[in-house]
């Protein structure tokens, strides 16, 4: 026994196949690889696939990759397999490999069982912003043996019994392993041809702290309070790995709120400093687009249409080093593009290729008709109490709603009533104009922002529509539509799109203009607040007017914190979304007297 607590070391074979190490995964809820180098994807799409084949895989795979340079999406497995089926899951890997700045990406597949987690940097400061234990460590694409440094940094996220492989050509230094608490296996001297890899079990005759010292949560019993995108994609992420989730919301339907908006917009911002929000957005948008082609029908619940972004300050958006990477995202907009706007070749544009609009309500359905999640409407949560088993819900009455041992408060503004801390939220109104799309209409065939936004060509019930907007009123909660607000939206249009603008503005005066009215819950900085407030009780709200961009990644990070898993962001960018940074701000004495 070591001195954490492991059995015997079991050490694997020394002859197996570079990219295809046996793992011990059998039955088991998740599964985590760590990938040092990811070359052309070939050892994660043969484990995507053994994943695939094995009737007893884990219900969730996680494979984090670390690679200083992506290679072209060209490029993953060109020419080296001939077999179907690597060929057909490296070209859906290569329908997602794209964008690939520095820093995290989170690729999804097989529904959300599958995560890719591809780190573009440096390894050990890559390694340095994950916090969670490996089961598995693969080092067949490093670009060289690790030093000592690196394998510390690798050793940190190990748990007692990690295999940890690699090239026989890229061997590190024994003494190194043996310091950081690896355990070799030994040669087989009556073996006249070398591996092509060798193995290594971390077996530390230490006490171990930090990730691998912390056990892992089981799923059980889990209500979210709210049914809106917040919580919707909170019930889905929990339900996916394992829980049985209740989803309570006062409204009668799901998607009731700010998050019953006939269509929004789903893009990411864009900053010559590639500011905090430019890369949470990135982050956030790459998510939402890849839940939203799994889940809804394209050109019905949500269409990947492209966007231009119109605004003064368009140009000087771009960074001055323009990154090859950053075109997927975000560039100038070519003549073609603005003249479908109806606007001239050199007005100040962005296009944001990895853009689009998405049906708030279609997307939350389609949440919370996963497995393992049962929805329940016109319930009033008034309280939630610590018990004995984990959380009571109760009623207007004091009557119990439910129990849970895991309860995620996702109700926007009714957040601050429920949450047992002081909570800062702001009410935001929002008024959308709409009316049904003119026959005749010329509108550009992607979305538009800047000035406000315009969406064309939406199908309603009533036939395609047109959308503008939307209002932002602080501190307002009025639910009602008001002319003035019709007005304004008209103004934003006249400076965002003139052309559209001219064509909609009789049905403006004929008050032939529809409205909607929402309002949206924000935080005092405008970024969402998502973490734990209590042992077995989590938040997630605020998501202001960007709640499609964050709703699910959100939600991804309160699972990850949840089941020590790989976050989908660096350590440091998600706590700018965590509620910590809220509440230690309140905690602060005042430095004013009295």
Not at 356 to 362: E, F, L
Request: charged share 15%; net charge neutral; aromatic share 6%.
């Amino acid at each position: 026994m070591n001195a954490a607590g492991a059995g015997p070391v079991q050490l694997p074979p020394a002859d197996v196949p570079a990219g295809a190490v046996q793992e011990s995964w059998s039955l088991k809820a998740q599964w985590r690889i760590l990938e040092i180098g990811f070359g052309s994807g070939r050892s994660f799409l043969e484990t995507w696939r053994a994943w695939k084949d094995d009737p007893k895989r884990p219900a969730l795979l996680h494979y984090v990759a670390i690679e200083a340079a992506p290679c072209p999406a060209s490029q993953i497995l060109s020419g080296q397999e001939s077999e179907p089926g690597p060929r057909a899951l490296g070209e859906l890997l290569r329908a997602q490999w794209f964008g690939l700045l520095p820093g995290f990406h989170r690729l999804t597949f097989e529904g959300g069982r599958v995560l890719l987690t591809l780190c573009v940097g440096e390894a050990r400061t890559r390694l340095r912003e994950h916090d969670f234990s490996a089961d598995s460590v693969r080092l067949d694409h490093a670009a060289a043996a690790p030093d000592l440094f690196l394998l510390k940094a690798i050793a940190r996220l190990c748990r007692p019994g990690t295999q940890l492989a690699w090239r026989a050509d890229a061997a590190p230094e024994q003494a190194h392993l043996r310091q950081c608490g690896f355990v070799t296996a030994q040669a087989d001297a009556a073996t006249d041809d070398p591996p092509a890899q060798l193995s290594a079990v971390f077996s530390p005759r230490w006490h171990l702290k930090g990730p691998a010292g912390i056990p892992p949560v089981g799923a059980g019993r889990c209500v979210v309070v709210g049914g809106g995108l917040a919580g919707g994609a909170a019930a889905a992420s929990l339900a996916r790995r394992g829980w049985q989730v209740l989803v309570l919301d006062a409204a009668a339907e799901p998607a009731g709120g700010a998050s019953s908006l006939p269509a929004g917009l789903v893009a990411p911002h864009q900053s010559p400093d590639d500011s905090q929000l430019s890369r949470l957005c990135r982050s956030g948008v790459r998510i939402t687009l890849q839940q939203a082609s799994e889940l809804l029908r394209p050109g019905s619940d949500w269409l990947r249409s492209g966007l231009l972004a119109h605004r003064a300050d368009a140009e000087s958006a771009l960074p001055v080093d323009y990154p090859e990477a950053l075109a997927p995202w975000s560039q100038r907009a070519n003549a073609v593009q603005t003249q479908l706007a109806g606007l001239s070749n050199h007005c100040p544009a962005l296009w944001h290729e990895q853009a689009g609009w998405v049906k708030p309500a279609a997307l939350v359905r389609a949440w919370l008709a996963q497995p393992g999640i049962t929805w329940r409407g016109g319930v009033h949560v008034a309280q939630i109490a610590p018990c004995a088993t984990g959380w009571q819900l109760l009623g207007d009455t004091g009557a119990e709603l439910a129990l849970a041992e895991l309860v995620v408060i996702a109700a926007a503004q009714h957040s601050a009533e429920l949450a047992p801390v002081e909570l800062m939220l702001q009410p935001v109104r929002g008024q959308v104009s709409w009316a049904l799309q003119p026959p005749d209409a010329s509108f550009p065939p992607f979305a538009v922002n800047g000035h406000g936004y315009f969406l064309s060509g939406v199908p309603l019930a009533e036939g395609p529509a047109w959308l503008c907007g939307a209002t932002f009123d602080r501190d307002d909660s009025e639910p009602f539509a008001r002319a003035a607000d019709h007005a304004e939206n008209l103004a934003r249009l006249e400076v965002l799109l003139p052309a559209v603008a001219t064509q909609l503005a009789p049905a403006f005066r004929s008050g032939q203009v529809q409205s909607w009215v929402g309002v949206r819950c924000a935080s005092a900085d405008r970024r969402p607040l998502v973490g734990k407030l209590a042992p077995g009780l989590w938040l997630s709200t605020a998501m202001g007017s960007r709640g499609l961009s964050f709703a699910p990644l959100c939600a991804e990070l309160i699972a990850a914190r949840l089941h020590r898993e790989p976050l989908p962001l660096p350590r440091k960018l998600a706590q700018a979304l965590d509620v910590q940074r809220q509440l230690e701000l309140r905690a602060q004495p005042s430095p004013y007297p009295g």
